[in-house]
């Protein structure tokens, strides 16, 4: 069983950083696709910043140029380095590693940290 766990998230004032980490329980290369989506309630599930291991990367509009997604791989960790974080970003942010299943890709989801941006 695949296990995802986020950890970094807290209070923090507007214009300030966090940085979250998910690690996962095997290897990222096993994942075609890593990244961090967040929600709020009442709200669908929103993607925050993806990765293939293709190369690509891709950003919510509302986060391109303050927030930033990498990988440590000896540590099969995902990183989420979030700048300049408004009261909007706040919001249980949540892991995802997606798998080629046998017809269709199965997601894994960690259990999600809390990011609140108040003064």
């Known amino acids: 069983q695949v296990q995802l766990v986020e950890s970094g998230g807290g209070l923090v004032q507007p214009g300030g950083s966090l940085r979250l980490s998910c690690a996962a329980s095997r290897s990222i290369f096993s994942f075609f696709a890593m990244g961090w989506y967040r929600q709020t309630p009442g709200k669908q599930r929103e993607l925050v910043a993806t990765?293939?291991?293709?190369?690509?990367?891709n950003y919510a509009d509302s986060v391109k140029g303050r927030f930033t997604i990498s990988t440590e791989y000896a540590k099969n960790t995902v990183y989420l380095q979030m700048n300049g974080l408004k009261p909007e970003d706040t919001a249980v942010y949540l892991c995802n590693g997606r798998i080629f299943g046998t017809t269709t890709p199965i997601d894994y989801w960690g259990q999600g940290t809390q990011v609140t941006v108040s003064a």
């Open positions: 990765f293939t291991n293709g190369g690509n990367t």
